[in-house]
């Protein structure tokens, strides 16, 4: 389906400081979700991603958590540093009858600050 | 690995012209591409999927005859824009997945900007 929005959150924090992404999804019979990073005139960049069987994973700086009851995603990155300025989506894949499509959350603006 | 480039990054075009713009998988075999279009500060919109050697599913909503789709190997896509009118300038990214990846994972182009005068 489509996600279209007039206009993006914006989540502005200070560098050092921990970001929380939040996200809601529609379909809750969808088994695996992906964060994608997407700098200013660039194409999403894979962060993370999850399986509906799992209520955590962790990489590098970032840790997705997974709350089925509630339909609810988020991103948390540690120590949040300027190059991690983008709009941040989450995604929910759609499954093979849809020929395996992701579904676009409306994104998050995220301006780290010096 | 799972890089996917797109040409070209940008391109400008008259009113009435047609602009193809072709997607690459770099390092692993596409069996599925996915083209979308994205307006400023908003998310991405699918607009049609496309499997290798089989015609492209569009999208409720997107012209399959203005907006044609070829998907004639496993490592290239294209999306020509036939009749280019100014409400058509937006910023095209593809996406692939494939052979020894995660199934559900797409991996992006860097987009294509088109301006249509």
């Known amino acids: 389906g489509e996600s279209v929005g007039l206009h993006l959150p914006t989540l502005s924090v200070q560098e050092g400081d921990n970001s929380i992404i939040n996200c809601a999804y529609s379909n809750s019979a969808s088994d695996y979700f992906i964060w994608y990073k997407q700098e200013s005139g660039k194409g999403p960049q894979f962060i993370i991603d999850?399986?509906?069987?799992?209520d955590k994973r962790q990489g590098q700086r970032v840790t997705v958590l997974l709350n089925k009851t509630v339909k609810h995603l988020s991103l948390q990155i540690a120590a949040t540093q300027p190059g991690d300025s983008a709009v941040y989506f989450c995604a929910e894949n759609q499954g093979s009858n849809s020929g395996y499509a992701l579904n676009f959350g409306k994104g998050t603006s995220l301006l780290v600050t010096p | 690995g799972a890089v996917v480039s797109q040409h070209p990054s940008r391109v400008i075009c008259k009113s009435g012209t047609s602009v193809k713009i072709e997607c690459r998988s770099l390092d692993f075999q596409a069996t599925t591409m996915f083209w979308y279009r994205q307006f400023p500060k908003q998310s991405l919109m699918l607009m049609a999927t496309s499997n290798e050697g089989s015609k492209a599913t569009y999208e409720q909503g997107v012209e399959k005859d203005k907006f044609l789709i070829n998907h004639a190997s496993l490592t290239l896509s294209t999306l020509t824009v036939t009749s280019a009118h100014p409400e058509d300038s937006s910023f095209y990214i593809c996406s692939a997945r494939g052979a020894g990846l995660v199934l559900e994972t797409q991996y992006f182009g860097p987009g294509t900007r088109l301006l249509v005068l």
């Open positions: 999850i399986r509906s069987n799992m």
